[in-house]
């Protein structure tokens, strides 16, 4: 399946930065379904960069995006 829907219980990565900024970024773990809660995947009109790569589960290594509630897995990039 093509970017198959990850599990809630799964541990993510969360990079978010601002853009044009000189400040440190924040790298946070913590399972897909409080990034999806904590608005994580949120880039603020456009002034975050954001990342988040999944940690645990079979897709881990994959990057990930949120689908409407879903978080999915980005697997065609996958190695």
């Known amino acids: 399946m093509k970017n198959p829907i990850v599990g ?3 541990t993510v ?3 978010r930065v601002a853009k044009l900024s000189l400040n440190r970024p924040s790298i946070v773990e913590m ?3 409080d990034a999806v809660s ?3 995947f949120e880039t ?3 002034t975050m960069d954001v990342a ?3 940690k645990t589960g ?4 994959c990057q ?3 689908d409407g509630a879903h978080v999915r897995a980005r697997t065609e990039y996958a190695e």
């Not at 079979?58 to 290594?61: D, F, I, L, T, W």
């Open 52 to 54: 988040v790569t999944i």
């Open 64 to 66: 990930a995006y949120l």
């Open 38 to 40: 904590g608005k994580m």
């Open 58 to 61: 079979p897709y881990a290594g």
């Open 31 to 33: 399972a897909a379904e």
């Open 8 to 10: 809630k219980e799964e």
């Open 44 to 46: 603020s009109r456009g």
């Open 13 to 15: 990565e969360v990079f």
